[in-house]
């Protein structure tokens, strides 16, 4: 039975109170409409009023189906669903999906008059040591100097974003840091840390995606190794270059090309790039597209069926033993981004596989059926991928698909390993366990699923913004383990850009996995019967190491290996001692029939 909150509160008293509540609230979520900065004060507004409202409503015991108890309250889900309008409506601003070649820092930054904001490392080799406006000029070719400084005055004279300009250096550098064959693009953009804008000069080249690999394979017929040349040969140089770069054969690379040349009807790598630029100036990549997911290493586009191509993400080596990474709901696949070397050590190579709604994978409304669609997605991916059989890794939210794919697929998963993984919910103290912000979601998810896509727009509108960190330091308290962990040199940025990656599409993605994990999903878990080794921290505090253990106790086949002092972000801590237990468990699974 449906509860009202009015109701629920009781008592004249009651309601005048939730009325000022009510006001509150609903003024909260305009004023993020208005500026997202002030998301943190609305998230501590909804807590307060979301945690009164589970109390209230006293479901104790939590089942497979959305709640019978849930909010009703036409006023607020009026406002909240005029504030969700409000935000489609404004759009999501210049910065959310950034231009092929974007997705990093540029080489240099450049303020008014030419003055130096920022530099990344790599533009040392090409510009001097100490970069300067004069050093990036003396680097160019006189025409190109003489164009910069006309592209710098003009910008000085109306700043403004979206101007353009192609620049030659006069010496080539012997880097791959430069894959243009010598040229670097200025752009205006809006600046990042201010209020104005900035000149940025990046490196050129061809942004490559899946729907680029996907036209490939399906309009000629490319093999996948082809495809990586053709991806090799867009980034500059001849055969030769990109055997030393990749470690191939030049004999094998000569014979590929020549049947790429052959399947393409191109005659010479010039006709070939040009080819390729067609297909980027035309093709489904010709709109903005999110970048590459962070730390991606080849990304491979997988059709799955029904003109959908899923994009999956292969990082470690060649030999190592298979193991599919299923992402969770809030990083994508940020963690992927500092686990190349520890990849290396312990012999693990990478699939990871972007789910439907997130990144640049393909968009599917269907909520209730989400775990299903992906299990059976992962059986394609896998027959593509020649992966006969693989131990899967559910990180946090992505273990609900992990379960999901071993109960259709059967002796092709070998092994579930979870890092810092949920656990079904089946009773309202799991939610109690969690920190605020994080509670604030999963009651939304459970009581109120009406106001949850406002809720999840408002939380897109400040990381689209300029204080993205606004939005990540609340999920990680002072004091915390997790805190520590994120303070670390680069941790923040990757997981912030595997923030900005996964909304890349909206709030679909949040909205489907929220319904799952505030739900008991543990038929899932009964659908195969897979050895499970659940890696997780003692301080975690979305998923309680109580609640995991409880989990294992009810399920033989289940071994839990606590880590002391370590909270949720495992894989950011101690990537190396998490990879050697999963890549351990891996060959175990996959050495029995």
Known sequence: MAADASGAMGGEDGDESLDAERARIIGSIYEVVLNPEHFDSFMADWSDFVDHLARRLGEMHVSDEPSSRQLEDPVIEAHFRRAFALFERMGRGEAVLPAAGEGREPLVRLGRSGSIVSVRPEAATLFGETVTLASIRAALEPDSATRLAAFLAAFDRAPASGRFAVLSLDETPETESLPGGGLVAAVTVRDPGGQGFVTELRTMGIGWGPALSAILVESFRLTPRECELVRELTCGGDLPAVAQRTGRSLNTLRAQLKSVFAKTRTGAQPELMRLVAVLMLHGPESEARPDAAPGAGQEIGVDVGDGRIMPVQVVGPEDGVPVIFVHGMLDGLASLGQ?????????????????????????????????????????????????????????????????????????????????????????????????????????????APALLP????????????????????????????????????????????????????????FQVDAWHVTRDWSALV????????????????????????????????????????????????????????????ARRCLATP
């Open 339 to 447: 686990l190349g070397g520890a990849l290396q050590a312990a012999g693990v190579r990478i699939y990871a596989p972007m789910r439907a709604n997130f990144g640049s994978s393909y968009a599917d409304p269907r909520i209730r059926e989400a775990p299903s669609l992906f299990a059976r997605d992962i059986g394609t991916v896998m027959s593509a991928l020649n992966v006969p059989r693989a131990v899967l890794l559910g990180h946090m939210a992505g273990a609900i698909y992990a379960y999901a794919a071993a109960a259709r697929l059967g002796r092709a998963v070998a092994g579930i390993a979870g890092v810092s993984a949920c656990v079904p919910i089946t009773s309202i103290e799991q939610f109690a366990a969690m920190t605020p912000r994080q509670r604030a979601v999963a009651y939304t998810a459970r009581f």
């Open 454 to 509: 406002a809720v999840l727009r408002a939380g897109i509108a400040q990381i689209d913004s300029r204080n993205v960190e606004n939005f990540m330091t609340p999920l990680y308290p002072r004091g915390t383990r997790d805190r520590e962990i994120v303070g670390r040199a680069g941790v923040s940025d990757i997981i912030i850009e595997g923030y900005r990656y996964t909304v890349a599409q909206g709030q679909k993605a």
């Open 526 to 585: 009964d659908g195969s019967e897979c050895p499970l080794y659940l890696i997780h921290g003692e301080l975690d505090p979305v998923v309680s190491l109580r609640s995991v253990r409880e989990f294992a106790q009810a399920r033989a086949r289940a071994h839990v290996v606590e880590i002391e002092g370590e909270g949720q972000l495992l894989l950011y801590a101690q990537p190396e001692a998490i990879l050697r237990e999963v890549g351990a468990f």
